[in-house]
T-cell receptor
Framework: AQKITQTQPGMFVQEKEAVTLDCTYD???????LFWYKQPSSGEMIFLIY??????QNATEGRYSLNFQKARKSANLVISASQLGDSAMYFC??????????????FGSGTRLQVQP | GAGVSQTPSNKVTEKGKYVELRCDPI?????LYWYRQSLGQGPEFLIY????????DSGLPNDRFFAVRPEGSVSTLKIQRTERGDSAVYLC??????????????FGEGSRLTVL
């Protein structure tokens, strides 16, 4: 099974509108971390936001918030007040529990967001 | 700059040749990761170093791929007998040593490898 699933290959949003990018994950660990990265056309991976599985509140960072629904195993990224500069690929990623010995992040296939003026 | 530095930014080679890609992590970061990203896909894990040793090399696709980090800082990804399917962007990332599941990775801008 895919560890991280992003079902939206592409999304359009009007400037100044909010948009939700979907992410579901699969793990049997109780402790895990969820990350979102942005990759503009220039190629660099930019860290946006992190949510730990034991965090009771949804993470927020400026215009980014993470809608964490543990029972559904979803970690959707919400971008409020979209800007033209938000146009990019967005990747959801997970780090599973320390007992796995695995430190690397596992990434989804990404969603391409295009913000329209 | 204080970010992760990768060289070369672009490498074009012929099928069957040997290639080395270099990564200079953020100073003080003990963890170093190599990923491969094919067009339109997410990064795919290759290998992870903690200090000088490869703590997890489960993502290396075959024995043509090898990576070293002899002094716990700079790392080199080595690809022998390159094949056209090796064409991709190779991303390096580093992070401080952390415990638990937190701690983001800091990525370089990648090395684009094209095998003709």
């Amino acid at each position: 099974a895919q560890k991280i699933t992003q079902t939206q290959p592409g999304m359009f949003v009007q400037e100044k509108e909010a948009v939700t990018l979907d992410c579901t994950y699969d793990t049997s660990d109780q402790s895990y971390g969820l990350f979102w990265y942005k990759q503009p056309s220039s190629g660099e991976m930019i860290f946006l936001i992190y949510q730990g599985s034991y965090d009771e509140q949804n993470a927020t960072e400026g215009r980014y918030s993470l809608n964490f629904q543990k029972a559904r195993k979803s970690a959707n990224l919400v971008i409020s007040a979209s800007q033209l500069g938000d146009s990019a690929m967005y990747f959801c990623a997970m780090r599973e529990g320390p007992d796995t010995g695995r430190r690397a992040l596992t990434f989804g296939s990404g969603t391409r967001l295009q913000v329209q003026p | 700059g204080a970010g992760v530095s990768q060289t070369p930014s672009n490498k074009v080679t012929e099928k069957g040749k040997y290639v080395e890609l270099r990564c200079d992590p953020i100073s003080g970061h003990t963890a170093l990761y190599w990923y491969r990203q094919s067009l339109g896909q997410g990064p795919e894990f290759l290998i992870y170093f903690q200090g000088t040793g490869a703590a997890d090399d489960s993502g290396l696709p075959n024995d043509r791929f090898f990576a070293v980090r002899p002094e716990g800082s700079v790392s080199t990804l080595k690809i022998q007998r390159t094949e056209r399917g090796d064409s991709a962007v190779y991303l390096c990332a580093s992070s401080p040593m952390t415990y638990g599941v937190g701690g983001e990775l800091f990525f370089g801008e990648g090395s684009r490898l094209t095998v003709l």
